[in-house]
């Protein structure tokens, strides 16, 4: 009797301390990440509390453009890198586009997205997913927010002709980036396979990897 009730106490203690060992929010304040740590975790090792300094949750220069002329699509994107947000689940970027650029179909797979229009507009969007692929997209101007559901494709068009702007936060400290033409055609996927997908021939689905691998 002893015996089971000593293995029934061991079974309950064991799966309590499992359960207590996953806690998805941070167990402190703080844990501003130390790039100098050779220790690899899932975020960064934590800086020592007593180096930290205002400047480990500060970052200068979101007000500058950035250079979008000699990128593919039109757009740039700086990431806002601020050590303290370290392990809190969250990155942010400025994102600015070209008149008649555009920031193409593109998802976050483990992220959504809010993001603030700082200049100029822009159209926005996101597409559910299948089988409805339902359009959700509007003209944002200045001043206007749009969220992005985690993982749902989305894209931003300046089909204006000023420069635009806009401020984007992520749910996820490395929220990752697909971008779907680039996934698909700069791949090396087979041509009969992309005719396939999007309705073509090989011919043409071949000239267009081409052009995303040149």
């Known amino acids: 009797m002893v015996s089971a009730l000593l293995l029934a106490f061991t079974a309950v203690a064991l799966g309590a301390g499992h359960g207590a060992a ?17 220790v690899h975790v899932n975020g960064q090792p934590c800086k020592d509390p007593a180096t930290v300094v205002a400047d480990d949750f500060f970052f200068p220069g979101v007000d500058k453009p950035g250079d979008t002329n000699s990128l593919r699509y039109g757009f740039s994107a700086l ?24 920031f193409p179909p ?23 997913s299948y089988p409805e692929n339902k359009l959700f997209a509007k003209v944002l101007r200045k001043g206007d927010v749009f969220a992005v559901p985690q993982g749902l ?27 779907i033409g ?13 005719a396939k997908t999007f309705l073509t021939d090989t011919e043409t689905a071949n000239k267009i990897g081409a052009r995303f691998r040149s």
């Open 22 to 38: 996953f806690d998805p929010n941070p167990l402190q304040d703080f844990c501003v990440a130390d790039p100098t740590s050779k």
């Open 79 to 102: 990431s806002v890198q601020i050590p303290g947000l370290n392990t809190l689940g969250a990155s942010h970027a400025r994102v600015d586009v070209a008149p008649g650029g555009a």
């Open 106 to 128: 593109h998802y976050h797979p483990r992220a959504s997205e809010t993001a603030v229009v700082m200049e100029g507009s822009v159209y926005f969007g996101f597409v559910t």
């Open 153 to 179: 494709v989305h894209f931003l068009y300046n089909n204006g002709t000023e420069h635009a702007a806009l401020y984007a936060t992520l749910s996820s400290q490395n929220p990752g980036l697909v971008l």
């Open 182 to 194: 680039d996934a698909l055609f700069g791949s090396g996927l087979p041509g009969d396979l992309l």
